[in-house]
């Protein structure tokens, strides 16, 4: 991913970090994920996290839903720096959006994982 495309994954991010999700927004991750290489898992524990916090059962901060909501619509989203259509190339800025997110959160994600017991 070149500089542009970073500045645009990075605004894009943003953007998708202050609207809301909704159930259709959480099928089409979990649909999308296999397409997120090494980060597939990372990403599956962001929408852990996420289900968590709003059923009740997990506590997040606002700043660590916004970043959660941020990734996971730009997964979903078909308007992002590198369209998915194209193949492989068109995933590397939802993988390093994923991987973003988990630099944000370590603490929070290592949190997470103890209350879960996922070691």
Do not use: C, R
Not at 34 to 53: A, C, T, V
Not at 65 to 77: D, E, K, Q, R
């Amino acid at each position: 991913m070149n500089t542009s495309q970073k500045e645009k994954s990075e605004e894009l991010f943003e953007k998708f970090s202050q609207q809301e999700v909704s159930q259709a927004d959480f099928e089409n991750a979990e649909k999308k994920s296999k397409n997120l290489g090494e980060q597939m898992d990372n990403f599956i524990l962001l929408l852990g996290m996420l289900k968590d916090s709003w059923n009740g059962t997990y506590q997040l901060n606002k700043t660590s839903l916004a970043i959660i909501v941020g990734a996971l619509l730009y997964v979903v989203s078909p308007i992002d720096a590198i369209p998915d259509f194209i193949p492989v190339l068109g995933w590397l800025d939802d993988i390093a959006i994923v991987a973003f997110a988990m630099s944000k959160l370590k603490s929070v994600i290592q949190d997470y994982k103890n209350f879960k017991g996922i070691h």
